[in-house]
């Protein structure tokens, strides 16, 4: 898993069919000092209810798909917790 904070929202009007219904964020991968690790953020699919601001913890590859109802989704990130308290 890794850490992130969401940045943004993406409204895609046409999208795979087994998208349809799936709330698409802009995620900004951080480290443990909230600072950003990658100039370059990733769509995330929403599983948990996250708004922009919010930071998350994310998952990438198989374990994405994982996350969905929908296992034919094509996903390949999925924000799978919020984060409401970091103790480091």
Do not use: H, Y
Not at 2 to 12: D, S
Not at 28 to 46: A, E, F, K, R, W
């Amino acid at each position: 898993m890794e850490m992130g904070i969401v940045v943004g929202r993406v409204t895609a009007t046409r999208k795979d069919e087994n998208l349809v219904g799936t709330k698409l964020l802009i995620t900004q991968s951080i480290g443990i000092d909230g600072n950003p690790l990658t100039s370059v953020p990733i769509i995330t699919v929403d599983t948990v209810g996250a708004g922009v601001g919010e930071q998350v913890f994310f998952v990438r590859g198989s374990m994405a798909s994982r996350a969905v109802k929908n296992k034919d989704a094509p996903i390949d990130a999925a924000i799978v917790g919020i984060i409401d308290n970091l103790d480091c």
